[in-house]
């Protein structure tokens, strides 16, 4: 019976040493507690500390940020070149989601040329539905 006792009191002790130790985002990890001590919104999936879902890990793997359209409190949990709007993150003024909305880019000169365009139409519409066509 001692030897039980003794064999899950040193289990539990390198539980407790495990958990304390903080593994950074794509480092090996056995529970979620061992990411999150490093990162918040992150846990351990496939033995590997990733973020959840709705959260990108920050270049140097640090901190998980939220991604875009997804529900922040602020700006500091955003991705970079993006502002906590409404309760959401969104990319800035002249920068596009990626694809995945990972990332905000620079938007390209086409991009910005066609948001223009479509503006412009929807203004024409606008005033034409009024019956001010010819205020343009």
Do not use: W
């Not at 500390?49 to 890990?57: D, P, S, T």
């Not at 793997?61 to 993006?82: G, I, R, Y």
């Not at 620079?106 to 024409?124: C, G, K, Q, R």
Request: include cysteine; hydrophobic fraction near 45%; charge should be negative.
């Amino acid at each position: 019976m001692a030897k039980l006792i003794e064999v899950s009191v040193i289990s539990l002790v390198l539980l407790c040493v495990a958990v304390a130790e903080g593994v950074q985002l794509g480092g090996a990890c056995t529970v979620s507690t061992n990411c999150t001590t490093v990162a918040t919104n992150s846990e351990c999936t496939s033995k590997t500390c990733r973020c959840v879902a709705g959260y990108v890990a920050k270049s140097d793997k640090a901190k998980c940020l939220v991604m875009f359209n997804e529900t922040c409190t602020n700006t500091a949990e955003c991705l970079p070149n993006a502002t906590c709007t409404s309760n959401h993150c969104m990319c800035n003024m002249n920068f596009q989601p990626s694809d995945d909305g990972m990332e905000c880019n620079v938007a390209t000169a086409l991009t910005t040329s066609f948001i223009l365009l479509i503006a412009a139409m929807l203004v024409s519409r606008f005033f034409s539905a009024l019956g001010l066509e010819n205020v343009i």
